[in-house]
């Protein structure tokens, strides 16, 4: 192997003798921009015909969800704060000569035709990115098949970063952003990590001030909830009732000249590694005027000013979270909003406050609950084993619990566990966290997940 440049192989070496595992490149000597850059990344090679990225998927709950009407277009109005976790999927891509698109996955349950979130979101990145080649995306199942943390939306974005990165190409940050949408709601909050807030049919996001790293217990019943059943029941149960759409209210209010907008989180050039996705500073927040460089953050020349107020209600919904939980870490338990708890801090009654309601409950539980009895009864032994806050992730069937320290959480695991539950423990992922441990590195590397 030439030495000049790990996990390479020289010209001319047969197949045989070229290592079929990853190399980690620590301890490199070079401190050229390509080496820098190989630094961060996992590469094999075959007689230079094909190169595998290897990505972790990372999970998301929901700190709350508000189901509003059904929209005309079928999809329904949503405001959910999103916040990305240490669970996650590997995802593996590869581009070679030929064509097509191979979807390989050992987990049965994992659809390998067209209906894969991963083929689709290939198919039309392949085609914006002007490139040609069979590509191969193997998919190492570790979260549960539609288990509410957003698995097969994570898997289409790790598919879509890692496809990018295989063939030495990037598309636009708008570009990016607008396929995820078109693949699936829940995608594009994963091309921006930590805590995010959710509106429209979800895919519309806005960054929050993350919340801290934060113990959590998920807890994966041997049930599979199908979504788009959920929304049924939830339409049969309340289709009556005149439901408003969510952006009529304090939503619409909240984000006054922001909801059309989807924020552009730009990854850098090919040769920046997503670590280096990061303010400059750490008071700054993203929005839809501002894009990620590897020198901090720009404001975009093209994209309307938004309102102030909007950002600032952004920001102080993120704090109003974080204060919840800083109580919580405290002592105090909640099992719905904490309106008494802002209240005792001063805060009057408005449309925010009905945002951080809404950032604490979830609406799919009143629909799936009474379907699903075992459900209910995993949120109430997780609030029993210590959570400050338990709740179903999206439309279940995971369900997690917010811990005030790890060592409450790693006793939680431990006396769930005896008592039958499927349950994981890690810690909520800001977004520089989540960006940097999203490149694997090394094939095979099995993270632990705090």
Known sequence: MDKRLPGFARPGRTRASVPTRAVVLQGCPHTSRIANVLLRFTIIRHNHRAMTVTVRSFAKINLGLRIGAAREDGFHELLTVYQTIGLHDIIRVSVGRGGGIEIRCADLRVPRDESNTCYRIVE???????????????????????????????????????LERAVGKTLAAGERLRIAAEVGSDLPLFLMGGTVLGVGRGEQV????????????????????????????????????????LSSGGADAALKGRSSTVVQADLPEAETSPAELRPARPDQRFGPTQTWTDEGVRRSTSAKLTVAGASDRMKELGRGLSAWLSD????????????DLLARRGRAENPLLWLVRAG????FEQVVFPEYP???????????????????SGSGSALYGLFASRETAARAVARLRKQGWSTEATMTLPRRTYWRRMIAGTAGLRPKNF
């Open 124 to 162: 039309s990145a392949m085609r914006a990115l002007g490139v040609k080649g069979r590509a191969v995306i193997e998919i190492e199942k570790r979260l549960p098949v539609q288990g509410g943390l957003g698995g097969a939306s994570s898997n289409a974005v790790a598919t879509l970063l890692g």
């Open 206 to 245: 806005y960054p929050l001030a993350d919340l801290p790293a934060t113990a959590c217990v998920v807890v994966t019943p041997e049930v599979g909830v199908s979504t788009p059943k959920a929304f049924a029941e939830w339409d049969r149960r309340v289709g009556e009732q005149g439901l408003k759409p």
């Open 328 to 339: 919580a870490s405290l002592g105090q338990s909640y099992s719905s909003a904490p309106s």
């Open 360 to 363: 604490i409950e979830n609406d």
């Open 374 to 392: 075992r459900l209910r009864e995993g949120k109430m032994a997780l609030l029993r084993a210590g959570a400050k806050y338990a709740s179903l």
